[in-house]
Antibody
Framework: QVQLVESGGGVVQPGGSLRLSCAASGFTFSSYGMHWVRQAPGKGLEWVAFIRYDGSNKYYADSVKGRFTISRDNSKNTLYLQMNSLRAEDTAVYYC?????????????WGQGTLVTVSS | DIQMTQSPSTLSASVGDRVTITCRASQSISSWLAWYQQKPGKAPKLLIYKASSLESGVPSRFSGSGSGTEFTLTISSLQPDDFATYYCQQYNSYSLTFGGGTKVEIK
């Protein structure tokens, strides 16, 4: 069965950095696109970033472009999100989510999420 | 970016009711729309993709319809497990965008 397990969340000061990881199992990780989606406390869902199955193409939400970097290591079945220049408005639960295909469409499996809190 | 607008934002209903949630896109997205259910403290769960295709394992009381700019999610007979928040999401173009959510509450 598909499993996605995020880690790396925590409390960080404004302007700081954090790297999230998502360990994938139960499917052929290298064949599927992967996403990060976030949800601020009490708010709705916001798509953050996508990476193609082979890492050759990446897309970002305008709100994180230039600050966040999505990457993947297919040999380790792991997805990453490097978050720099963090702001209070980046406080959210961050979910990794699997795409049903290689190119990027929607989210058929989700992890349990990891909480990132940006606060001084 | 394509804006997705859901209505209503909150809906009060009873077990057994037929429930309809509407999602409107700011421009045509063909049938590139998905619906998710989210319960408090949990990750979202995929219900419907390509506007009307039921995800495997999802009860048949859930159905989706629409194309272009107007879409609906219908629950034919609301069950206790269905009280949750529902989101639509377009995947016609990047950035991928969600509707604001519809909370289905117990009447």
């Amino acid at each position: 069965q598909v499993q996605l397990v995020e880690s790396g969340g925590g409390v960080v000061q404004p302007g700081g950095s954090l790297r999230l990881s998502c360990a994938a199992s139960g499917f052929t990780f290298s064949s599927y696109g992967m996403h990060w989606v976030r949800q601020a406390p009490g708010k709705g869902l916001e798509w953050v970033a996508f990476i193609r199955y082979d890492g050759s193409n990446k897309y970002y939400a305008d709100s994180v472009k230039g600050r966040f970097t999505i990457s993947r290591d297919n040999s380790k079945n792991t997805l990453y999100l490097q978050m720099n220049s963090l702001r209070a408005e980046d406080t959210a639960v961050y979910y990794c989510a699997k795409d049903p295909g290689p190119q990027g469409y929607y989210f058929d499996y989700w992890g349990q999420g990891t909480l990132v809190t940006v606060s001084s | 970016d394509i804006q997705m607008t859901q209505s209503p934002s909150t809906l009060s209903a009873s077990v057994g009711d037929r429930v309809t949630i509407t999602c409107r896109a700011s421009q045509s997205i063909s049938s590139w729309l998905a619906w998710y259910q989210q319960k408090p403290g949990k990750a979202p769960k995929l219900l419907i993709y390509k506007a009307s295709s039921l995800e495997s394992g999802v009860p048949s009381r859930f159905s989706g319809s629409g194309s272009g700019t107007e879409f609906t999610l219908t629950i034919s007979s609301l069950q206790p497990d269905d009280f949750a928040t529902y989101y639509c999401q377009q995947y016609n173009s990047y950035s991928l965008t969600f509707g604001g959510g519809t909370k289905v509450e117990i009447k």
